[in-house]
């Protein structure tokens, strides 16, 4: 079912639609970010199979109320995060990564913590616009978004295709050298980073479309990451970036790191987004306050002005128990949970023994 935004989001849309984007004051960045902890590792997925549980394991971070039914004010009212900034009840989430075993079983890849990370890069669609103008801001994501970025069933690339390119993996190794590839590494790593890129540019009307997907876009201008917005998704939003870290320093054997939808190549990596801010209006200053040297420990900070704890992440319990499945968490298991996940990827992209 798609969602129509609230009164006061239709009407900011179409200010900004009318007069431009916000105009920003003074600030030396384009970003603000925050890091998480782990808050749940679940066969869970409430955009994509509410309810029910998921077609494969998921590693999440933010809001301690996620669970498999959540609407808008289910997420607003978690009574914490796991994330360093208070009023951000969102939740981010991506398949968990597995081992697999010389035996044929599974074992969980330790999933470490995430950084979440709000860009200012995408700009409103202008007939003839070639070029952001970095003076002015985007929307901040409008209160009930829900989308996923990425493709799940995905095992090769394709360079061409803007959303591929918002999927990648960064290799950290020991001595803190880091290497980008679109896939999944070729070469152990002390630490894996998983990193999606979330598309930027709204249609406007659709909190949530049936893929989950088609309501968003990319910038056709620019790249995935920076630019211009299509005229079919004419609003430009904050550009949301997920880091998710793994620690694969015990597990060498890189070609045996698989995705717990049976992807070895991590080009089926995706990530999900569950609005859950409590103060749309700090949301939409922030570009403009957090941005500066100090960051969100800025006194002036929209979002971190009045927390009364650290701007720091901090391990939480959910508010509700997860459901009673089996992932790995006692050691290691005889197939990939979630129903049928047969590792699958195309010739010579892994290898088992």
Excluded at 49 to 65: D, K, Q, Y
């Amino acid at each position: 079912m798609q969602n129509r935004p609230r009164g006061c989001v239709a009407a900011l849309h179409l200010l900004l639609m009318l007069c431009g984007p916000v105009i920003g004051a003074l600030h030396t960045t384009d970003e603000f970010t925050f890091s998480c902890v782990p808050l749940t590792t679940q066969l869970s997925d409430p955009i994509v199979t509410p309810g029910e549980p998921s077609g494969h394991t998921h590693v999440v971070a933010g809001g301690t109320a996620f669970q498999r039914t959540m609407n808008q004010s289910t997420a607003q009212n978690a009574r914490d995060t796991t994330c360093g900034v208070a009023i951000d009840k969102s939740n981010y989430w991506i398949p968990q990564l597995y081992h697999w075993r010389r035996n044929g079983s599974f074992e969980l890849i330790e999933y470490q913590s995430s950084s979440i990370y709000y860009f200012n890069r995408a700009c409103n669609y202008t007939a003839g616009l070639t070029a952001c103008d970095e003076s002015q801001f985007a929307l901040a994501p409008p209160e009930g978004l829900r989308m996923v970025a990425g493709n799940p069933r995905l095992r090769t690339y394709n360079d061409s295709d803007w959303s591929q390119r918002a999927i990648s993996h960064m290799c950290i190794g020991q001595d803190g050298s880091s290497n980008e590839t679109k896939g999944l590494p070729q070469r152990p790593c002390e630490m894996l980073r998983s990193q999606v890129f979330m598309p930027s540019c709204w249609d406007g009307e659709n909190l949530d479309s049936q893929d989950h997907q088609s309501h968003m876009a990319y910038p056709v201008i620019g790249d995935y990451n920076k630019g211009v917005c299509p005229e079919s998704h004419p609003v430009a939003i904050y550009s949301i970036f997920l880091e998710f870290f793994f620690n694969t320093a015990p597990f060498p054997d890189y070609r045996n790191w698989v995705y717990a939808m049976g992807d070895p190549t991590g080009y089926g990596l995706h990530g999900d987004f569950m609005y859950g801010w409590t103060d749309q209006s700090a949301l939409q200053q922030a570009m403009d306050t957090c941005t500066g040297p100090n960051g969100l420990t800025d006194p002036e900070c929209s979002i971190t002005r009045t927390q009364k704890r650290a701007v720091a992440p901090m391990t939480q319990p959910l508010d509700v128990a997860p459901p009673n499945d089996e992932f790995g968490q006692n050691g290691p298991i005889a197939r990939l949970p979630g129903g049928h996940n047969p590792v699958i990827g195309p010739p010579g992209s892994h290898w088992h023994g």
